[in-house]
């Protein structure tokens, strides 16, 4: 992915700075704790793609922890 491209991009959501980590291929969004996949080198910034980020490690925000 281009670096260059951090210069221009902001979380969707709040508009705020973005983290890229290289490992998982995805955009990370500290405030929001949002984590935005990069697929095929295009950033997917689209709030119902993110994973929400727990203590750094991404979850899916689907993920059901209520046990119902």
């Known amino acids: 992915m281009d670096t260059r491209l951090f210069e221009i ?5 709040c508009k705020g700075p973005l983290e890229y980590d290289k490992k998982a291929q995805e955009l990370i ?4 704790k949002l984590a935005y996949p ?7 910034m689209l709030a119902d793609e993110a ?5 750094g490690t991404p979850v899916p925000l689907s993920d059901d ?4």
Request: proline share 8%.
């Open 65 to 68: 922890k209520s046990g119902s």
């Open 51 to 55: 994973r929400q980020s727990v203590e």
């Open 9 to 13: 991009l902001v979380c969707p959501l």
């Open 38 to 44: 990069i697929r095929d080198g295009i950033p997917v």
């Open 29 to 32: 969004c500290h405030a929001d």
